[in-house]
């Protein structure tokens, strides 16, 4: 059974960064995608970065040149291993406010990100900017 865990997120001034990082366990380390959405209030759940097996990623215009992520592991037990999902964020805007998902599919990335291709989720954190 796969699993995601975020943690990070809170509040920042615009112009500032947050990290958030999403334990991912369970999910198969041959080829898969790995991403981050976001929903806005009053809005629907839009991804805008994902990263597959062989550390291509992808980022919506919105975050392209301030968004990064990245992947690494980590230990859940001897010889056993997780994904840890990472997303830096840097120069946040006010727009950039919203509850923020990691995302996983047994599956490599595609062109575009769409909820539906993803079965996988986190629990959401919030990630709030002000001015």
């Known amino acids: 059974q796969v699993q995601l865990v975020e943690s990070g997120g809170g509040s920042v001034q615009a112009g500032g960064s947050l990290r958030l990082t999403c334990r991912v366990a369970?999910?198969?380390?041959?080829?898969?995608?790995m991403g981050w959405f976001r929903q806005a209030p009053g809005k629907g759940r839009v991804g805008f970065a994902q990263?597959?097996?062989?550390?291509?990623?992808?980022?919506?215009?919105?975050?392209?040149g301030r968004f990064t992520i990245s992947q690494g592991r980590f230990a859940i037990s001897q010889g056993n291993y997780g994904a840890m999902l990472s997303l830096q964020m840097d120069s946040l805007k006010l727009e950039d406010t919203a509850i923020y998902y990691c995302?996983?599919?047994?599956?490599?990335?595609?062109?575009?990100?769409?909820?539906?291709?993803?079965?996988?989720w986190g629990q959401g954190t919030q990630v709030t900017v002000s001015s």
């Open positions: 369970g999910l198969d380390d041959h080829n898969y995608c």
């Open positions: 990263i597959n097996a062989d550390d291509n990623a992808w980022y919506a215009d919105s975050v392209k």
């Open positions: 995302a996983a599919r047994p599956s490599g990335c595609s062109l575009t990100t769409n909820s539906d291709d993803f079965p996988y």
